[in-house]
């Protein structure tokens, strides 16, 4: 009877260790998931911050555009007097 106490004890100190170790792996895989999710929220702000960056980049070349074809239509002008 009393090998049978001592192996179901030996087997709880076991599970209740082997269980103490697994929470912990998950607490530093939840702590390195949070960091992802972080990571991934800031990169997606970055990308947002990008598109809009090359939209104005895109206005300002056509305004580039425009004030060179006025500057020619300028110089044009005063070519021809």
Same mark, same amino acid.
């Given at each position: 009877?009393? $090998? ?5 004890? $030996?087997?709880?100190? $076991?599970?209740?260790?082997? %269980?103490?170790?697994?929470? %912990? /792996? !998950?607490r530093? *895989?939840? @702590?390195?998931?949070? @960091?992802l /999710? #972080? @990571?991934?929220? &800031? =990169?997606? =702000?970055? &990308?947002?911050? =990008? ?6 980049? *895109?206005?300002?070349?056509? @305004?580039?555009? /425009? =004030?060179?074809e ?6 044009? %002008? !005063? %070519? #021809? /007097?």
């Amino acid at each position: 009877m009393w $090998v049978w106490i001592a192996v179901v004890a $030996v087997a709880l100190v $076991v599970l209740i260790v082997a %269980g103490t170790r697994l929470l %912990g /792996r !998950l607490r530093v *895989l939840e @702590r390195a998931a949070r @960091r992802l /999710r #972080h @990571r991934q929220e &800031q =990169a997606l =702000a970055v &990308q947002a911050k =990008a598109e809009v960056m090359q939209e104005t980049m *895109l206005a300002v070349q056509e @305004r580039a555009e /425009r =004030a060179q074809e006025k500057v020619e239509q300028i110089k044009a %002008g !005063l %070519g #021809h /007097r």
